[in-house]
T-cell receptor, first 121, second 113 residues
Protein backbone atom coordinates (compact mmCIF):
# COMPACT_ATOMS: atom_id res chain seq x y z
CA UNK A 1 0.00 0.00 0.00
CA UNK A 2 0.91 3.67 -0.15
CA UNK A 3 3.15 4.90 2.66
CA UNK A 4 3.42 8.42 4.01
CA UNK A 5 6.06 9.35 6.54
CA UNK A 6 6.55 12.40 8.72
CA UNK A 7 9.56 13.81 10.48
CA UNK A 8 10.03 14.49 13.29
CA UNK A 9 7.53 12.39 15.21
CA UNK A 10 7.69 14.82 18.10
CA UNK A 11 9.36 18.15 18.80
CA UNK A 12 9.62 20.46 21.78
CA UNK A 13 10.62 24.06 21.16
CA UNK A 14 10.75 27.39 22.90
CA UNK A 15 8.18 30.07 22.27
CA UNK A 16 9.18 32.32 19.38
CA UNK A 17 11.18 29.72 17.46
CA UNK A 18 10.26 28.13 14.14
CA UNK A 19 9.71 24.45 13.56
CA UNK A 20 9.74 22.57 10.26
CA UNK A 21 7.79 19.35 9.74
CA UNK A 22 8.37 17.13 6.73
CA UNK A 23 5.83 14.92 5.00
CA UNK A 24 7.01 12.38 2.46
CA UNK A 25 5.23 9.97 0.18
CA UNK A 26 7.60 7.00 0.11
CA UNK A 27 6.31 4.86 -2.74
CA UNK A 28 4.20 7.16 -4.86
CA UNK A 29 4.21 10.66 -6.24
CA UNK A 30 1.75 13.13 -4.78
CA UNK A 31 0.89 16.34 -6.57
CA UNK A 32 -1.35 17.21 -3.65
CA UNK A 33 -0.84 16.74 0.06
CA UNK A 34 -2.97 17.90 2.94
CA UNK A 35 -2.01 19.25 6.34
CA UNK A 36 -4.26 18.76 9.37
CA UNK A 37 -4.07 19.90 12.95
CA UNK A 38 -5.59 17.97 15.82
CA UNK A 39 -5.92 19.35 19.33
CA UNK A 40 -6.36 16.91 22.24
CA UNK A 41 -9.72 15.13 22.20
CA UNK A 42 -10.77 16.99 19.07
CA UNK A 43 -11.21 16.17 15.42
CA UNK A 44 -8.77 16.67 12.58
CA UNK A 45 -9.09 20.11 11.05
CA UNK A 46 -7.77 20.73 7.56
CA UNK A 47 -5.26 23.57 7.58
CA UNK A 48 -4.18 23.71 3.97
CA UNK A 49 -3.81 21.89 0.69
CA UNK A 50 -0.24 21.67 -0.50
CA UNK A 51 0.19 21.74 -4.27
CA UNK A 52 3.43 20.70 -5.93
CA UNK A 53 5.01 23.59 -7.76
CA UNK A 54 2.47 26.18 -6.70
CA UNK A 55 1.21 28.01 -3.66
CA UNK A 56 -0.68 26.20 -0.96
CA UNK A 57 -4.39 26.79 -0.48
CA UNK A 58 -5.22 27.66 3.11
CA UNK A 59 -8.50 27.05 4.89
CA UNK A 60 -10.39 29.96 6.36
CA UNK A 61 -8.88 31.14 9.61
CA UNK A 62 -5.43 29.63 9.03
CA UNK A 63 -2.66 32.22 8.86
CA UNK A 64 -0.58 31.62 5.75
CA UNK A 65 2.30 33.72 7.07
CA UNK A 66 2.47 31.68 10.24
CA UNK A 67 2.13 28.23 8.70
CA UNK A 68 4.43 28.18 5.70
CA UNK A 69 3.96 25.31 3.31
CA UNK A 70 6.40 24.28 0.62
CA UNK A 71 5.79 21.44 -1.82
CA UNK A 72 8.97 21.50 -3.84
CA UNK A 73 8.88 17.95 -5.13
CA UNK A 74 6.34 15.25 -5.89
CA UNK A 75 7.27 13.35 -2.73
CA UNK A 76 7.90 16.07 -0.15
CA UNK A 77 5.84 18.76 1.48
CA UNK A 78 7.02 20.79 4.47
CA UNK A 79 5.08 22.75 7.05
CA UNK A 80 6.95 25.42 8.97
CA UNK A 81 5.35 26.84 12.07
CA UNK A 82 6.92 30.27 12.41
CA UNK A 83 7.27 32.08 15.72
CA UNK A 84 5.58 29.23 17.52
CA UNK A 85 3.60 29.91 20.68
CA UNK A 86 2.10 27.54 23.28
CA UNK A 87 -1.30 27.72 21.56
CA UNK A 88 0.31 26.15 18.47
CA UNK A 89 1.01 23.00 20.48
CA UNK A 90 -0.89 20.28 18.67
CA UNK A 91 -0.69 17.07 16.66
CA UNK A 92 0.07 17.87 13.02
CA UNK A 93 -0.77 15.21 10.44
CA UNK A 94 -0.29 15.16 6.70
CA UNK A 95 -1.98 13.02 4.11
CA UNK A 96 -1.72 12.28 0.41
CA UNK A 97 -3.63 10.40 -2.25
CA UNK A 98 -1.85 8.29 -4.82
CA UNK A 99 -2.82 9.13 -8.39
CA UNK A 100 -5.58 7.01 -9.91
CA UNK A 101 -4.39 3.69 -11.22
CA UNK A 102 -1.28 3.49 -9.09
CA UNK A 103 -2.19 0.38 -7.22
CA UNK A 104 -4.71 1.37 -4.58
CA UNK A 105 -7.99 -0.46 -4.69
CA UNK A 106 -9.78 2.53 -3.23
CA UNK A 107 -9.72 5.63 -5.43
CA UNK A 108 -9.70 8.85 -3.43
CA UNK A 109 -8.36 7.08 -0.35
CA UNK A 110 -6.02 9.33 1.58
CA UNK A 111 -2.99 7.90 3.34
CA UNK A 112 -1.95 9.60 6.53
CA UNK A 113 1.46 10.21 7.96
CA UNK A 114 2.10 9.11 11.56
CA UNK A 115 1.78 12.67 12.82
CA UNK A 116 4.08 15.12 14.58
CA UNK A 117 3.47 16.09 18.19
CA UNK A 118 4.53 19.74 18.64
CA UNK A 119 4.93 21.14 22.13
CA UNK A 120 5.79 24.82 22.48
CA UNK A 121 7.09 25.85 25.88
CA UNK B 1 -18.41 24.28 2.55
CA UNK B 2 -19.13 20.85 3.90
CA UNK B 3 -20.18 20.36 7.53
CA UNK B 4 -20.24 16.90 9.08
CA UNK B 5 -21.92 16.22 12.40
CA UNK B 6 -21.32 13.02 14.35
CA UNK B 7 -23.17 11.37 17.24
CA UNK B 8 -22.70 10.20 19.89
CA UNK B 9 -19.49 11.74 21.17
CA UNK B 10 -18.95 8.80 23.52
CA UNK B 11 -20.29 5.28 23.34
CA UNK B 12 -19.82 2.49 25.84
CA UNK B 13 -20.90 -1.05 25.00
CA UNK B 14 -20.41 -4.49 26.45
CA UNK B 15 -18.15 -6.89 24.60
CA UNK B 16 -20.16 -8.76 21.99
CA UNK B 17 -22.78 -6.04 21.61
CA UNK B 18 -23.23 -3.88 18.54
CA UNK B 19 -22.20 -0.24 18.23
CA UNK B 20 -23.72 2.33 15.90
CA UNK B 21 -22.29 5.75 15.10
CA UNK B 22 -24.23 8.24 13.01
CA UNK B 23 -23.16 11.17 10.85
CA UNK B 24 -24.95 13.79 8.83
CA UNK B 25 -23.49 15.98 6.12
CA UNK B 26 -24.59 19.24 4.60
CA UNK B 27 -23.16 19.33 1.07
CA UNK B 28 -25.26 17.32 -1.35
CA UNK B 29 -22.28 17.26 -3.74
CA UNK B 30 -20.28 15.06 -1.36
CA UNK B 31 -19.86 11.65 -2.91
CA UNK B 32 -17.35 9.73 -0.84
CA UNK B 33 -17.68 8.88 2.86
CA UNK B 34 -14.77 7.19 4.65
CA UNK B 35 -14.67 6.07 8.26
CA UNK B 36 -11.48 6.18 10.30
CA UNK B 37 -10.34 4.56 13.52
CA UNK B 38 -7.76 6.47 15.51
CA UNK B 39 -5.91 5.16 18.52
CA UNK B 40 -4.35 7.58 20.95
CA UNK B 41 -1.37 9.39 19.46
CA UNK B 42 -1.57 7.55 16.16
CA UNK B 43 -2.64 8.26 12.63
CA UNK B 44 -6.24 7.71 11.48
CA UNK B 45 -6.73 4.36 9.79
CA UNK B 46 -9.36 3.83 7.13
CA UNK B 47 -11.68 1.02 8.17
CA UNK B 48 -14.42 1.26 5.57
CA UNK B 49 -15.73 3.68 3.00
CA UNK B 50 -18.80 4.12 0.83
CA UNK B 51 -19.58 6.03 -2.32
CA UNK B 52 -22.76 7.93 -3.01
CA UNK B 53 -23.94 5.44 -5.60
CA UNK B 54 -24.06 2.67 -3.00
CA UNK B 55 -26.50 2.33 -0.10
CA UNK B 56 -24.69 -0.19 2.04
CA UNK B 57 -21.31 -1.84 2.32
CA UNK B 58 -20.09 -4.55 4.65
CA UNK B 59 -16.67 -5.85 5.60
CA UNK B 60 -16.76 -8.64 8.17
CA UNK B 61 -17.95 -7.07 11.44
CA UNK B 62 -18.13 -3.56 10.05
CA UNK B 63 -20.84 -2.08 7.86
CA UNK B 64 -21.74 1.35 6.63
CA UNK B 65 -25.10 2.57 5.37
CA UNK B 66 -25.78 5.74 3.41
CA UNK B 67 -29.04 7.62 2.92
CA UNK B 68 -28.35 10.24 0.26
CA UNK B 69 -31.79 11.78 0.47
CA UNK B 70 -31.50 12.41 4.18
CA UNK B 71 -27.76 13.10 3.92
CA UNK B 72 -26.77 10.78 6.67
CA UNK B 73 -24.58 7.72 6.98
CA UNK B 74 -23.88 5.30 9.79
CA UNK B 75 -21.18 2.92 10.95
CA UNK B 76 -22.23 -0.40 12.43
CA UNK B 77 -19.84 -2.62 14.36
CA UNK B 78 -21.14 -6.02 15.40
CA UNK B 79 -19.72 -8.43 17.97
CA UNK B 80 -17.56 -5.70 19.45
CA UNK B 81 -14.24 -6.62 20.99
CA UNK B 82 -12.00 -4.71 23.42
CA UNK B 83 -9.60 -3.93 20.59
CA UNK B 84 -12.38 -1.99 18.88
CA UNK B 85 -12.00 0.64 21.61
CA UNK B 86 -10.74 3.83 19.91
CA UNK B 87 -11.97 7.11 18.50
CA UNK B 88 -13.92 6.81 15.27
CA UNK B 89 -14.29 9.63 12.76
CA UNK B 90 -16.60 9.88 9.80
CA UNK B 91 -15.76 12.16 6.91
CA UNK B 92 -17.32 13.56 3.78
CA UNK B 93 -15.57 14.33 0.53
CA UNK B 94 -16.53 15.87 -2.78
CA UNK B 95 -14.03 14.10 -4.98
CA UNK B 96 -14.49 16.60 -7.77
CA UNK B 97 -13.53 19.47 -5.51
CA UNK B 98 -9.96 18.66 -4.61
CA UNK B 99 -10.57 15.57 -2.48
CA UNK B 100 -10.62 17.56 0.77
CA UNK B 101 -11.77 15.59 3.79
CA UNK B 102 -14.20 17.17 6.24
CA UNK B 103 -14.17 15.17 9.44
CA UNK B 104 -16.93 14.62 11.94
CA UNK B 105 -16.31 15.46 15.59
CA UNK B 106 -15.44 11.92 16.56
CA UNK B 107 -16.88 9.18 18.77
CA UNK B 108 -14.95 7.65 21.64
CA UNK B 109 -15.96 3.99 21.66
CA UNK B 110 -15.24 1.94 24.74
CA UNK B 111 -15.86 -1.78 24.69
CA UNK B 112 -16.10 -3.13 28.21
CA UNK B 113 -15.43 -6.70 29.24
Amino acid sequence: GAVVSQHPSWVICKSGTSVKIECRSLDFQATTMFWYRQFPKQSLMLMATSNEGSKATYEQGVEKDKFLINHASLTLSTLTVTSAHPEDSSFYICSASPPRGTGTNRPNEQFFGPGTRLTVL
Amino acid sequence: GENVEQHPSTLSVQEGDSAVIKCTYSDSASNYFPWYKQELGKRPQLIIDIRSNVGEKKDQRIAVTLNKTAKHFSLHITETQPEDSAVYFCAGVYTGGGNKLTFGTGTQLKVEL
